[in-house]
């Protein structure tokens, strides 16, 4: 059997297709070792092996340690690794893409490059978030007063339904306790949704940076698939989980998220949901769906050639190297 070192990075036909893994794993107070090709997590109370490739995202809480042989697998494995703080506040995520051609994120870039384009798939990003309405000729600021609006209303009514006062939305970064036990559900909701958001724009090849709603941030096109299902999924969650006990509230909301992602299937839903954002309606074929991989070189209007071959025979010019 080839030893780490030279064992070569899996192919995309050995791994698990994104949409088929668990949404995420949380650890903590524990280390994390490698046995060939599941990760193994040791803690007093014993070892549990883990297959890498079934992993979506690994979040990594406090008292962790993990080997450079265990981040090697989790990164072969396409899946991302998320280091959760004590309050749950801030994460760092690697990861290599599980989709080998680039077809999905240059249609990414096409959209985002051109203005018309970009707003349309905002204004489908808000018709998507916000069944029922038809934000078709809103401009962007239109876009962002509506669903401000919309987004206190489903705070509002999910305080109302649950039964506990709710003052707004407040958070300050680095201090997870200085919220309400409510305050304190969102926050954590909200970073289950960004790293699960992560871990599918990174498996699918696509640009995190290139945002349609959000800019300026090296992941603003994550920030804006997470908010896809604030309202739908992670808000309700975090007042249910609030309204149940003040006690333990991160922990408790990261585990009922995990809980409804898994049962509704909701990383295959996100892989369906990037792909209808950015791939043009009408495109014939899944720009993901062939795992080989493919080089091809650019040569005049718009034409592909083969790489890995000499074409100077082709050229008929003279070339002063």
Known sequence: MATIGRRGMSSPRELTRMGDRLSFVYLERCTLHRDDNAITAEDAEGIIHIPSATIGTLLLGPGTRVTHQAMSVLGDS???????????????????????????????????????????????????????????????????????????????????????PWNGRTYLPGDFTSGDPANQAVTAAAQCMYGIAQTTVTALGCAPGLGFIHSGHELAFVLD?????????????????????????????????????????????????????????????????????????????????????????????????
Not at 135 to 150: D, F, N, S, V, Y
């Open 78 to 164: 396409g899946a991302g690794v998320v280091w959760v703080g004590e309050h749950g506040v801030r994460f760092y995520s690697g990861g290599r893409s599980l989709n080998r051609s680039s077809a999905l994120v240059e249609a990414q870039a096409t959209r985002w490059a051109n203005q018309r384009l970009r707003l349309d798939v905002a204004r489908e990003m808000y018709r998507m978030r916000f069944p029922g309405e038809d934000p078709a000729g809103l401009t962007r600021h239109e876009l962002l007063g509506k669903e401000g609006r919309r987004v206190k209303e489903c705070y509002r009514r999910e305080a109302a339904r649950v039964g506990i």
């Open 225 to 321: 698939i997470a908010d896809l299902y604030k309202t739908e999924i992670a808000i309700p969650i975090a007042f249910d989980v609030a309204a149940q006990s003040p006690e333990d509230v991160g922990s408790r909301t990261r585990r009922a998220i995990r809980d409804q992602v898994n049962q509704i299937g909701l990383l295959r839903r996100c892989v369906d949901d990037i792909k209808h954002l950015i791939v043009p309606n009408g495109a014939k074929g899944d720009p993901t769906g062939n795992d080989a991989d493919r080089v091809t070189l650019q040569s005049d209007h718009g034409a592909e050639v083969e790489s890995g071959r000499n074409h100077a025979d082709n050229y008929a010019g003279e070339v002063d190297w």
